[in-house]
């Protein structure tokens, strides 16, 4: 059963539907993800965060709040000081998180360490960025900018920060 529908900035609908306990969202149609499946987000957030724990006052920034999955386990990860800011370019998809969603991945949302900011994370990172790779690099850690594809079909081009941070 369809619970809401919205538009994406594309002018695509997704959609979040429910049967029983279990959820999908849907773009176009075409199911983006499910409740019951997200191994893969709590793994992004693990790699990703991994030596943060003890790093005080860690900033980690997601790109989309999905189900909420990625944004729970990296503040299962961070410290109490740490921040979380999620990038959510379709204000349905946090207002699902607030209202419907929220309970699957623990109400990422309602925890103080996370920060929603309306918009798209590739605006929010602003492409590559000399003075985001230093600040990586003086923070002590190695850096490796990635010039990728946005995706098969596209000529667009994305920047992939890798850092890890360098063992002391």
Known sequence: MTLDR????????MTLAARDDHFVIRVDGQDLMHSNSHG??????????????????????????????TARAALNVLAADATVDVVELVSAVVRWNRDVLGH???????????????????????????GFTARLRAAGFTVDVKRVLANGSSTRRHVLWLARLTRR
């Open 104 to 130: 699957l991945a623990g109400s990422p949302l309602a925890d103080a360490r996370t920060t929603v900011i309306d918009g798209d994370v590739a605006e929010v990172i602003a492409g590559e960025d000399a």
């Open 6 to 13: 919205a538009e994406t900035s594309d002018g695509s609908e």
């Open 40 to 69: 893969s987000e709590e793994k992004l957030a693990r790699y990703g965060c991994a030596g943060l724990a003890d790093k005080p006052g860690a900033r980690v920034l997601i790109g989309g709040m999905g189900m909420g999955f």
